[in-house]
């Protein structure tokens, strides 16, 4: 009983000089089973959540991210509670492949993942990126707040005025609705299969050419 007093005391006196709860990036268990992003105010951390077609290197670019905390594959956007990924491969669920993103605004800001999110893959091909094609691979935002569709509309704007593509960028600007994890065997999928074919052809140049051109915004080597 005298432990039980004493702990209950420390406590109380902690809450009451204004220590902050352990942080998490996700309160997981929403009642449809999807993920709910946390406002992070305690971290000081943001949620962005993108698709731009196989989720395995959306993923692998962005953990690169120097001011990125995690980045989960899932499923966004669809009308389908709990899909599988042998679901969302029939297009007829509603959901892209997409990857939450938690980082840190103190390092990297919304507008430079949204830099590297439309010079990282293909944003004029409709429901495609390469040989994957539908509407699961479409180029999508889902945007958690007002600002972050402001910043989205603005930049895509921006784009189509400057001519830099031939055509005009199809990329989906929707609100943030739902987020349902991956599979685990697809998390973390580039860096435990950095030899299978589709790791080598496909996502290594892609992470070649955010190399080349985001210098500045790659995490340094541990």
Not at 19 to 32: E, L, N, T, V, W
Not at 136 to 165: D, M, T, V, W
Not at 169 to 185: C, L
Not at 187 to 216: G, V
Request: hydrophobic share 30%; with cysteine; glycine share 6%.
């Amino acid at each position: 009983m005298k432990i039980i007093i004493v702990l209950t005391s420390v406590v109380l006196v902690l809450l009451l000089l204004g220590f902050p709860s352990p942080p998490h990036a996700f309160q997981q268990g929403g009642k449809d089973g999807s993920h709910q992003p946390t406002s992070h105010m305690n971290m000081q951390l943001d949620t962005a959540t993108f698709a731009a077609g196989c989720f395995w290197c959306v993923e692998a670019i962005f953990q690169e991210v120097k001011g990125v905390r995690s980045v989960t594959s899932g499923y966004a956007g669809g009308h389908v509670k709990n899909p599988s990924y042998e679901d969302v491969c029939t297009g007829t669920t509603g959901h892209a492949e997409a990857c939450q993103i938690v980082y840190d605004p103190g390092e990297v800001s919304f507008v430079d993942l949204l830099e590297i999110f439309w010079r990282t893959h293909d944003p004029t091909t409709l429901n495609r990126q390469g040989n994957d094609v539908g509407t699961q691979y479409r180029s999508a935002i889902f945007y958690h707040n007002p600002e972050q569709r402001r910043l989205a509309e603005e930049y895509k704007k921006k784009l189509n005025e400057s001519g830099i593509y031939s055509s005009p960028v199809v990329t989906e600007i929707t609100p943030y609705t739902n987020f349902y994890k991956a599979e685990d065997y697809h998390q973390n999928y580039f860096n435990d299969h950095q030899n299978q074919p589709y790791c080598r052809f496909i996502i290594q140049p892609k992470l070649e050419k955010f190399t080349k051109l985001f210098k500045d915004k790659i995490k340094p080597v541990e």
